[in-house]
């Protein structure tokens, strides 16, 4: 049987935090259907800014030698990636936001018209976090403008979608709701 890879981006920098806490149990709920889980911690890696070179679009690697070279490789190795990442501002936290830079031409090849997806085949799950609580934190475009930052990236590299969750209001939480727990529960298959 094939070994079936699960990636699990940690993209907030409290480890014990929502988004972590979520990811937690995403990542427990891939192993249980035998995926075999690599966890990288976006906060704990060497990674500079994009410089926009774009020299990423013909060789599919980024020129700056950092840690960028193994998530690359693990974005095409895995079937599977969870991102789980806080709202910021309306978005994604800044180290998110620099990870899908600097893979510019890991995910996409650029044509004369639309892009042409690189990372075909696989899919991706969305975990958010954010203080606004629901349903406000969808309407006013809080957690809506992280799914969609992130979505943007993964839809651009040809990926599908497996489940979207949003853990809002976690200023009066003390643990995961048990809504977001069910959802989770059930995004990996
Ligand atoms: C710099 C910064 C910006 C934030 N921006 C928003 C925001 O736009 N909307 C929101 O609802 N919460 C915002 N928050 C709150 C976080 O999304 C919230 O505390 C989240 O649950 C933190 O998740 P974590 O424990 O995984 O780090 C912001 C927090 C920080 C530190």
């Known amino acids: 049987m094939n070994e079936k890879y699960a990636l699990a981006i940690l993209g907030s920098p409290h480890a014990t935090g929502t988004s972590a806490a979520m990811l937690d149990l995403a990542i427990r709920k891939a192993e249980e259907k035998n995926y075999t889980v690599i966890k990288v911690n976006l906060y704990e890696k060497d990674l500079s800014y994009c410089s926009g070179c774009r020299a990423c679009i013909h060789t599919q690697n980024c020129i700056l030698k950092d840690d960028i070279q193994e998530i690359a490789d693990l974005f095409r ?16 936290p800044a180290p998110v936001k620099n990870l899908f830079d600097r893979l510019l031409g890991t ?3 650029e044509t004369r018209t639309f ?6 085949g696989r ?7 954010c203080n606004t609580p629901a349903p406000f934190s969808w309407i006013f475009g809080q957690s809506r403008g992280a799914i969609r930052s992130m979505d ?3 839809r651009t590299a040809g990926m599908k979608p497996m489940r979207k969750v ?3 209001g976690t200023g ?5 709701p ?3 727990v069910r959802k989770i529960g059930r995004s990996i298959r």
């Open 77 to 92: 190795k895995c079937q599977t990636i969870i991102l789980a990442a806080p709202v910021y501002w309306a978005n994604v």
């Open 107 to 109: 995910v996409m090849e």
């Open 115 to 120: 892009p042409k997806p690189r990372l075909r």
């Open 123 to 129: 899919n991706y799950i969305l975990l958010t976090s």
């Open 152 to 154: 943007e990236f993964f």
């Open 166 to 168: 949003v853990c809002a």
């Open 172 to 176: 009066r939480q003390k643990r995961l």
């Open 178 to 180: 048990r809504k977001v």
